[in-house]
T-cell receptor, first 111, second 106 residues
Framework: EAQVTQNPRYLITVTGKKLTVTCSQN?????MSWYRQDPGLGLRQIYY???????DKGDVPEGYKVSRKEKRNFPLILESPSPNQTSLYFC??????????FGEGSRLTVL | DAKTTQPPSMDCAEGRAANLPCNHS???????VYWYRQIHSQGPQYIIH???NNETNEMASLIITEDRKSSTLILPHATLRDTAVYYC???????FGAGTRLTVKP
């Protein structure tokens, strides 16, 4: 089954404790992206990747890092999480300029 | 900011057609228009896309103006389950705005 898998789905953590949200897709897509969603603000793009070893900042990259060492994986790294990073995070993938396939979301709370 | 603008909210009566507009006045010649919808806090789901011509599938119809600066998503017979946030994006951008919250009322 074609899918985008995110882990963890839910996480409560404390300020400053490094965490990684994983994202994996099994569709051999070149393009992958991370979004965060906050009430009333829609989906805001954090980082995206056009292919392996190619990553670019989206609209809200501050406080996040990503890597794209393999085509299927695109982890989101929060080196020192802060409460303003409490949000619902979505990973998505597609062929270039194609339909986006989204993961189920990861709800993160930073205390 | 996203390259698309949409009204923040719309209402529609159940069984009637829902027409959701999207402005994409800076769209490039090779960019497609894609529509997605998000129900509650689930991941957005693809609805339909188009380049120049009008498109129809089992979920909806997409009308793109001749100058391609705007489009309209049409849900021909809206049901309560169509209540959701609808987003349009263009493919060289892949950024979502706040979308349109459609409420279908009985």
């Amino acid at each position: 089954e074609a899918q985008v898998t995110q882990n963890p789905r839910y996480l409560i953590t404390v300020t400053g404790k490094k965490l990684t949200v994983t994202c994996s897709q099994n569709m051999n897509h070149e393009y992958m992206s991370w979004y965060r969603q906050d009430p009333g603000l829609g989906l805001r793009q954090i980082y995206y990747s056009m292919n392996v070893e190619v990553t670019d900042k989206g609209d809200v990259p501050e406080g996040y890092k990503v890597s794209r060492k393999e085509k299927r994986n695109f982890p989101l790294i929060l080196e020192s999480p802060s409460p303003n990073q409490t949000s619902l995070y979505f990973c998505a993938s597609s062929i270039q300029h194609g339909e986006l396939f989204f993961g189920e979301g990861s709800r993160l709370t930073v205390l | 900011d996203a390259k698309t603008t949409q009204p923040p909210s719309m209402d529609c009566a159940e069984g009637r057609a829902a027409n959701l507009p999207c402005n994409h006045s800076t769209i490039s010649g090779n960019e497609y228009v894609y529509w997605y919808r998000q129900i509650h806090s689930q991941g957005p789901q693809y609805i339909i896309h188009g380049l120049k011509n009008n498109e129809t599938n089992e979920m909806a119809s997409l009308i793109i103006t001749e100058d391609r600066k705007s489009s309209t998503l049409i849900l021909p017979h809206a049901t309560l389950r169509d209540t959701a946030v609808y987003y349009c994006i263009v493919t060289n951008d892949m950024r979502f705005g706040a979308g349109t919250r459609l409420t279908v009322k009985p």
